[in-house]
């Protein structure tokens, strides 16, 4: 029996649905709510554009995790939580805003990764397709806040090659569209981004093959375009490929280790993360990761740019 059979359905019955892969309900809670979280928002951070962009920060937690909560007729003092902890963090670090904080009470202690739990829910094709529906800068920033692990502010300038500033910009009106292309698309037939997403890390893992057997530059040459723009860290800029291919050799020679730890794709966008491994002997040889921003046309990479991640600096103990 379909939830709207016995009249309107109650905040249970759509969770339920929603978790279910019914993205009409899920919607239908999320526009339910929204007066509420608006209201909640507008007492800790006042009347403006903080208000709206704390509503539509919690709204994006919902869509990833609302298969996690464990009280579905709960699910408003969940979604208050959530808005509050927007609040609050983004006075509290305006430069990182940590997509679990203040919610550990009400989701599970073991939680998969934002991809992994994608994949788990019959919803996620639907959020990938309201996103291509935005401009690759927009999608881009969304892609790396909320599905790899360059989530600050600051990481994300980075690895987009823009100031922070443009990052908070397009970040809010990411999101402000990414919420009306979800309702707007909500009804339509949807493509499969785990396919997409497979393919790319098929691909990714031939290349760290062919590096290992010192074959980058072939490796290279079959998805990359001879005047690709590459750009990155310590000045690294230039057209097509031969810098990166140095620098994968040099790696090797060196006894790095590439490890391929998460990709994300969209369309003309993927992301793909690695964790570092330096050689025994040289311990800080390289940083702990990096990650490839990559534009493509027609499956072919045009644009690359590389980020590193910073190595975490222990706090001094202080000294009585």
């Known amino acids: 029996m379909g939830i ?39 007492s800790l951070v006042g009347y ?25 007729a709960a699910v408003g003092s969940w979604l208050r939580t959530v808005v509050r902890n927007a609040c609050r963090m983004r006075y509290r670090s305006p430069t990182h805003v940590p997509l679990d ?33 935005l401009s690759p800068p927009l999608r881009l920033v969304l892609m790396l806040r909320y599905f790899s692990d360059v989530t600050a502010y600051q990481d994300i300038a980075e690895a987009c090659g823009v100031p922070i500033g443009t990052v908070r910009s397009r970040l809010n009106e990411a999101r402000g569209k990414l919420a ?26 031939e290349l760290l093959t062919s590096v290992r057997h010192g074959e980058a530059a072939s490796a ?8 690709v723009a590459v750009s990155g860290p310590g000045g690294l800029g230039a057209q097509g490929y031969g ?7 040099q790696d090797l020679l060196d006894g790095v280790d590439h490890r391929l730890s998460n990709v994300v794709a969209s369309g003309d966008i993927a992301v793909c993360e690695f964790t570092l ?15 490839w921003v990559l534009h493509l046309r027609s499956g072919w990479v045009e644009q690359a740019r590389l980020f590193h991640v910073r190595r975490q600096v222990p706090e001094l103990a202080h000294v009585m």
């Open 101 to 133: 904080g203040g919610l550990a009470a009400l989701l599970p202690s073991a939680e998969p990764d934002p991809t992994e739990l994608l994949g788990q829910h019959a919803t996620r094709d639907w959020v990938w397709q309201a996103m291509e529906e």
């Open 243 to 249: 810098q990166v291919v140095r620098g994968l050799e």
């Open 277 to 291: 491994r330096s050689p025994p002997e040289d311990p800080f040889h390289c940083p702990p990761g990096a990650a």
């Open 180 to 205: 009306r292309a979800l309702l707007a698309t909500a009804d339509t037939a949807h493509g499969d981004i785990r396919a997409v997403t497979e393919e790319r890390r098929r691909h990714t893992e």
């Open 48 to 72: 403006g554009p903080d208000a709206e962009d704390a509503v539509q920060e919690a709204s994006m937690i919902a869509l990833r995790r609302i298969g996690d909560l464990r009280d579905p």
């Open 220 to 227: 290279l040459a079959t998805s990359w375009l001879p005047t």
């Open 4 to 42: 709207s059979c016995l009249g309107a359905p109650t905040d249970a019955d759509l969770v339920h649905a929603a978790k279910k892969g019914d993205v009409s309900a899920l919607g239908s809670l999320l526009a339910r709510h929204r007066p509420m979280l608006l209201a909640v928002a507008i």
